[in-house]
């Protein structure tokens, strides 16, 4: 078992910067990939970025390249997302996920453990 645990959220004008981070406890953070997922209201869950295991490749969805950095320290169990020039679009429930198997990262389908989300607010 692994438990995922989000905070960094908050509410931030257009333009903003915002980082959240993701602590794992359980088993060996290292063995997993580890995703950033957002849901909007109304909206499916959709990818936002994914890194390996020890970090050496990072994967991010169009609309936040060059805004968004994923990174990771497994000394800490830690995982971020680093959020620049956020837009009122980008605000969402922001969620961490882990999964033991690369394929299949930038789908909901397959992540193994899921932390309960924290809420990001781009006002404009």
């Known amino acids: 078992q692994v438990q995922l645990v989000e905070s960094g959220g908050g509410l931030v004008q257009a333009g903003g910067s915002l980082r959240l981070s993701c602590a794992a406890s359980?088993?060996?953070?290292?063995?997993?990939?580890m995703g950033w997922f957002r849901q909007a209201p109304g909206n499916e869950r959709e990818f936002v970025a994914a890194?390996?295991?020890?970090?050496?490749?990072?994967y991010y969805t169009d609309s936040v390249k060059g805004r968004f950095t994923i990174s990771r320290d497994n000394a800490k169990d830690t995982v971020y997302l680093q959020m620049n020039n956020l837009k009122p679009e980008d605000t969402a429930v922001y969620y961490c996920a882990a999964k033991a198997d690369m394929r299949g990262l930038r789908s909901v389908i397959g992540y193994d453990y899921w932390g309960q989300g924290t809420q990001v607010t781009v006002s404009s």
């Open positions: 359980g088993r060996t953070f290292s063995s997993y990939y």
């Open positions: 890194i390996s295991r020890h970090g050496s490749n990072t």
